[in-house]
């Protein structure tokens, strides 16, 4: 069965770094797609990142761009997420997901697996 489970969250403050990670079973990296998502208190999901199967291609959303990176480790079966120069408008619950992909270099437009989420708090 695939399971995905979040790990890395904490409290940083603004300026700092999180690594986050994303540790998958039950589906490989060659044949799934991961992508980053948070969620703010009281506001929608949001797309952060995502690393095409293989980890072909990455994508990242215009307000982390620049700032957070996005790997993979193919022997661990582990996505990362590392998060530089972090805002307090980072601040929510990060959630990993993952679906299969046949595409390289694209990424799902829909995921159906999830993980539990990781607090991130950005504050002084």
């Known amino acids: 069965q695939v399971q995905l489970v979040e790990s890395g969250g904490g409290l940083v403050q603004p300026g700092g770094s999180l690594r986050l990670s994303c540790a998958g079973s039950g589906f490989t990296l060659d044949y799934y797609a991961i992508g980053w998502f948070r969620q703010a208190p009281g506001k929608e999901r949001e797309g952060v990142s995502c690393?095409?199967?293989?980890?072909?291609?990455?994508y990242y959303a215009d307000s982390v761009k620049g700032r957070f990176t996005i790997s993979a480790d193919n022997a661990k079966n582990t996505v990362y997420l590392q998060m530089n120069s972090l805002k307090p408008e980072d601040t929510a619950v990060y959630y990993c997901?993952?679906?299969?992909?046949?595409?390289?270099?694209?990424?799902?437009?829909?995921?159906?697996?999830w993980g539990q989420g990781t607090q991130v708090t950005v504050s002084s």
């Open positions: 997901a993952a679906d299969r992909a046949l595409g390289p270099d694209s990424c799902p437009a829909k995921y159906n697996y």
């Open positions: 690393i095409s199967k293989r980890g072909g291609s990455t």
